[in-house]
């Protein structure tokens, strides 16, 4: 079904889009994440009009100027900005129930559960978030600047992520290689990078069902905008080590294991194109890293596991004997990384808080966000593997096991720790210029009346 | 719920002990409707039918459906089993399945791919049904219908999916082969 037939691209409306939902962050990068609670709504909305002008759409992303911001709001931020109850209502089910409320269907349980989180996180206080990337540490000052003039409301986390110094995230991975290609978006696809219809990301374009999903209401809330999950992933990077050691051969076996676990080598190299060694000029060259399917010479995943990191986050071609359309359950992700690296060779946890900062987007949290989640990361049956779960970010709890395909016999790692544990979340909805425009432009709400 | 230590069993030849060696502890489906044990879950659904005409276009259509049941169910690749029958003097159409996995995270999969042969049972038997094509409309036809078994039992090996049982008895003829050629 996707990207097969030739498919109408839409012009998409790259002065109202948000920047990050069109453009993924450079390889060396800063960020500032912010969260407000807001305290009197028509100050905060006078404030965010001045704002406004200095938020990045996806056309300012061509010029760029030395940082990017984008803003977003939660449910209940929507609810505080007094915005009408049959728009409020108009919003998805899990937007409004929140992320916390989700944990279940998210696999955050155990030590991810959300009675653990970070304050804020979890409650109903976290109403709007603001994103701030640069591609350099001076660059960020202006834009924090400009978040604080939002007036009317406290800022009650703030959290800064950046590239480490060997620019991978803390278990010693190049991350962010293989996004989706948005059609109608200015990128080049590159090879091996799939076509997804705009409508899977952004409202108000048609989606791989051929529709135009209904979005929130009015029309003006919905075109242009979508909604993002934010997560604060700590990663355990010397439990990852301590397991990787006592469960090998030699360092040599060490490293293969990591690459089995995620299916790439730590360079970004891809097992599916150098599955003996890393190869670090391959992982280098975009025009290849990414150009690899599964289902014509990999099927059983002797080469890359099927149960591996990347294979499970985006199948490829590897469903396609099932009924599962891998293209209805595609996330653009953007993570940045948090907290400083642990020292090389330490294999004790330093009690240093970090990990990675995550935000997916989507059209729909449910089928996409949510699905990947519960169906391809927490769960095995969708590859026959029962109820093994990704090996590097899943919901493990210590008793799982991992299962390397290879012959003679496959090989199967057991007693699988807990190796990513959630800090917090929620859901956000980053609506589009005019949207925005229309939210600080609305009549004072009457008091109660949004809780109706 | 079931507590071995205080539990009386419903017959008094059976003891708290073989009642807590078979039991199956029975949740709800992880966001929805629909029971689950382990792995396994139930979707039963009972909707109106129109009159008069609904249940003899039911009765013909039904002939195709069962022939091209096990091409439909087969391939979602979920489904242990189903029936559909008419109830209450053909007043109503009694949908029933066990299947493994989630319901919800694949209800569009599910849409895009079954809506033929669902909607060839269904449209002009099932009052209101609005068609899987439209999605909303038929998730909202679903949950206006759906009803969520009082009890259920869900197999001995609750979390085997039908894929695991294929593999199992491949797994199982394999060994068979391999036993017989050494024997040989």
Known sequence: MSGQQARTVPDLDFNDIQGTLLRHRPDVYYGVYILFRVDDAEVLKRSLRTVLPKVTTAADWESPRPFTLNIAFTYSGFEALGVPADSLASFADEFREGMAARSVVLGDVGASDPKHWTAPFGGRDVHIGVVIASTNADGLDEPVSIAQQLAGATIIYRLDAGVLPNRREHFGFRDGISQPHIIGSTDQPRPGQDAVMPGEFIFGYEDELGNVAAGPTPEVLARNGTYLALRQLHEDAAGFRRYLRDNSRSPKDEERIAAKMVGRWRSGAPLALSPEHDDPELAADPQRNNDFRYYDHDLNGLRVPRGCHIRRVNPRDSLKDSIVSVNLHRVLRRGAAYGPMLADGVLEDDGAERGIFFIFLGASLARQFEFVQQVWMNDGDFVGLGNEKDPLVGDNNGTGTYTIPGKPVRRRLSAFPRFVTVRGGEYFYLPGIAAMTWLTTRPPAIEGDHRV | ?184
């Open chain 2, 1 to 184: 719920m079931f507590d071995r230590s205080t539990y009386e069993p419903i017959s008094s030849e059976v003891t708290a002990e073989e009642i807590g060696d078979w039991t199956q502890e029975c949740r709800r489906q992880t966001d929805g409707v629909g029971l689950r044990v382990g792995n396994r879950a139930e979707f039963t659904l009972i909707a109106p039918v129109i009159q008069p005409d609904g249940p003899a276009i039911f009765r013909e259509r039904v002939k195709k459906a069962q022939i091209e049941a096990g091409y439909w169910e087969g391939r979602l690749g979920t489904v242990h089993d189903l029936r559909i029958c008419l109830i209450n003097d053909d007043t109503q159409l009694l949908f029933a399945a066990t299947y493994s996995d989630e319901f919800k995270p694949y209800v569009l999969d599910v849409i895009r791919f079954a809506t033929p042969w669902i909607d060839h049972i269904f449209s002009g038997v099932a009052e209101g049904f609005p068609g899987l094509e439209s999605n909303g409309a038929a998730s909202a036809y679903i949950a206006k219908y759906q009803v969520e078994s009082d009890l259920w039992y869900g197999s001995p090996n609750p979390d085997l999916s039908p894929r695991d049982i294929t593999k199992g008895r491949r797994v199982a003829q394999a060994f068979d082969q391999l036993l017989d050629a050494a024997q040989g």
